[in-house]
C-alpha cells in the first residue's frame, strides 16, 4: 500500500468506513485529512455516504466522492429503487422503450444477416454498479493518481478548500464506468449493444477489444446504422468510449 494510501486508511477508518493499522493514523496530516473527508461526505446524500462503505478500497472511495460532489443532481440522478422500477416496467414509457429496442434490433438483422442484437434491459442496481466499481482497472488507475493530489489538496486548502478542490478536479484519465448509483443504466436511460452471430459474442462490452471488435469489425458503424431508425437513441456514448452505449430519450412529457 503507498504512503497516500496509508494515509487514507486513517482518515476513512475515523469516519468508519475502513480499519487501518495503527502506523497510518500517526502519520502527519492524518487529523487533517479526516476533517477535509468528513466535510466532503457532509454534503452527500445518505444512499451516497451509504454506498461509499460499500465500496473497497481507501482510494476507490475517495474518486466515488469525488464524483459524487459532481453530481449536479446527485439525488434526482440516483439509481432507482426497487418500487421505482417496479413502476417503470409498468409504465408507457418502459412500453415505448422495448418497442425502439426491437426496431433497432430488427433493423439490424436486416441490415446484416445472420447476426443479431442482444441488449439487456434490466435496470443496472446499486449492487451491480458497486461490485463493477470494485472490479475494474481503469477505476483503479484513475484513483491511485488521484489520491496523492487530494492529500496535497486537503493540507494546503484545508478542509473548505478540499472540497472545493475536488468538486473541480479533474481527472488524466478518466474510468470507464460511472460512478455507483450515477449510472444511467440505474434509471432505464441507457441500453448496451452487443453483436451477436448465433450464440457466438461478436462484439460485446469489453472495453480491451473497441478496437479490434467495433472499429476495425466496423460494428460501430453497422450498430450506429441501425440506431438511425429511431429518434429514441442518443448516442454512441464518447467519453469514456463506448460504441455499444446509447443513452435512451424518454418521450417530453
Known sequence: ?????????????????????????????DVEQRACLQRAEAALTAEARA?????????????????????????GRWTWSAQQ???????????????????????????????RLHVNTEVRSVDTQ????????????????LAPQARRACLGEGAEGFVAWLRGSELAVPPNLAVPGLSPHGQGRAFDFQVFRG?????????????????????????????????????PLVSPDEP???DYLPPPP
Open 1 to 29: 500500500m503507498s504512503a497516500c494510501a496509508l494515509a487514507l486508511a486513517g482518515a476513512l477508518a475515523a469516519t468508519g468506513q475502513a480499519r487501518a493499522p495503527a502506523a497510518a493514523v500517526a502519520r502527519p496530516g
Open 51 to 75: 454506498t461509499l462503505r460499500r465500496i473497497t478500497g481507501q482510494e476507490r472511495r475517495l474518486l466515488a466522492l469525488r464524483g459524487y460532489l459532481r453530481s449536479p443532481d446527485l439525488a
Open 85 to 115: 422500477v417496479a413502476d417503470w416496467r409498468h409504465s408507457p414509457d418502459h412500453a415505448r422503450a422495448l418497442r425502439e429496442i426491437a426496431r433497432v434490433q430488427e433493423r439490424f438483422a436486416t441490415l446484416n444477416p445472420g447476426y
Open 130 to 145: 458497486v461490485l463493477r466499481w470494485n472490479d475494474n482497472r481503469s477505476v483503479a488507475r484513475a484513483a491511485a493518481a
Open 199 to 235: 450464440e457466438r459474442l461478436v462484439a460485446g462490452t469489453d472495453s480491451r477489444r473497441i478496437q479490434a471488435d467495433w472499429r476495425d469489425g466496423g460494428w460501430a458503424e453497422k450498430l450506429a446504422e441501425a440506431v438511425r431508425i429511431s429518434d429514441a437513441f442518443a448516442g
Open 244 to 246: 455499444w452505449h446509447y
